[in-house]
């Protein structure tokens, strides 16, 4: 169990004995309901917005319909179709997987059916390829979704489509889902990106109320920057890494240590390379002792000489 004191080992028993651990599930949610009803307590735990959330994914069907660079290594894609039109997002942080053909095809081998337990079945040559993209902005009257895709070589199967993608290209997307989730007592945030986490953190600077003190860190190579929306109450430290390969640096973290929270209860949000964010996550929760909850920082991907345990 967790709470703002910390972690509390729990015994739970149950009336029967269990079988197969995927009766495990509905059981806890069970007893959860239980909890919620003799505390009188209103709302609804994490555990269950994660099963809700994971229970509304599905696949959607697109097309390419538009791609620009915002820079040289970062592309926007556009993408809609009719499919789209039951698309709704969750939060500023909505990310998609973005399902490709397989190398070597243009054609999509799946459809609006697919499900991740279908993959182990599915030829190797038939498995569509891809990875976690985040939304960058949503036109439902259109149907159309943008996404920014960083170019950073063809050693991935994502950044090597998005290098080559044209209009009419066909694009599964599975989702959504969010990780940004603020406590309802937030009074200030601490938002940390690189590249991948940019356009995330641009949707939730869109967002935050005017008068909300916030502190962005944001490492980028040179002039390769997104606009960002300003507020009065909003600091923005852009960090150069000036032409060292993404995922080399400390300086996010470096950064993070020397600054003060900017308020009592500050909520941590961020994405990027994940050993970038075990740095900043250490700090904050270890140094700065902010609780689980008032912590989101999400690896978005991960540097080859990354340990895998990030
Ligand atoms: C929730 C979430 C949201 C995300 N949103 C975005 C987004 O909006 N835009 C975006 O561009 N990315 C985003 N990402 C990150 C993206 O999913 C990863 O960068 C992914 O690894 C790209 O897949 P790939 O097939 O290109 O490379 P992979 O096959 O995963 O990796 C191949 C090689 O490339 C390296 N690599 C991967 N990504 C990068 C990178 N960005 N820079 C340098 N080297 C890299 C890896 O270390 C590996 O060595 C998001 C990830 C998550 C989890």
New binding site residues.
């Given amino acids: 169990m967790v709470d703002p004191d910390g972690e509390h080992p729990a015994r739970i028993e149950f009336d029967e004995p269990l079988s197969d651990p995927a009766e495990l599930q509905p059981l806890m949610m069970q007893l959860v309901g239980k909890a919620r009803r003799v505390s009188g307590e209103d709302g609804t735990t994490s555990i269950e917005r994660e099963v809700t959330e994971l229970t509304g994914t599905r696949t959607f069907l697109t097309r390419v319909l538009a791609v620009s660079d915002v820079h040289p290594h ?1 592309r926007m894609v556009t993408l809609g179709g009719v499919d789209l039109v039951t698309f709704s997002p969750l939060g500023p ?1 909505t ?1 998609l997987y ?1 399902l490709l053909p397989p190398p070597s095809r243009t054609d999509l081998t799946i459809d609006q059916s697919f499900a991740w337990s279908q993959v182990p079945d599915m030829a190797e040559d038939e498995r569509p ?8 902005a949503w036109r439902p009257d259109r149907c159309e979704v943008d ?7 063809d ?8 290098a080559r993608a044209q209009p009419g290209d066909p694009v599964a997307l599975w989702g959504p ?1 969010t ?1 940004y989730e603020p406590p309802a007592a937030t009074d200030s945030m601490l938002l940390i990106a ?7 953190l641009a949707n939730i600077l869109a967002l935050v109320p005017d008068d909300m003190p916030v502190v962005a860190v944001v490492e980028v190579d040179g002039p390769d920057r997104l606009e960002l929306r300003p507020t009065p109450a909003t600091t923005i430290h852009w960090l150069n890494r000036r032409g060292a ?3 080399t640096t400390t300086l996010i973290a470096d950064l993070v240590r020397t600054l003060d929270l900017p308020g009592e209860r500050t909520y941590v949000w961020g ?1 990027g ?1 994940s050993r970038a964010l075990t740095a900043v996550r250490r700090h904050v929760r270890d140094q700065l002792g902010r609780p689980r909850d008032a912590v989101s920082l ?7 000489t ?1 340990p895998a345990d990030d």
């Fill in positions: 970062l942080d990310f973005v390829v891809g990875a976690y993209y985040t939304l960058r996404i920014l895709m960083v170019l950073h070589g050693t991935g199967p994502a950044s090597a489509w998005a889902r990780a690189d590249e991948t986490g940019l356009p995330a390969p993404a995922g994405g390379e999400v690896a978005y991907w991960r540097h080859a990354s």
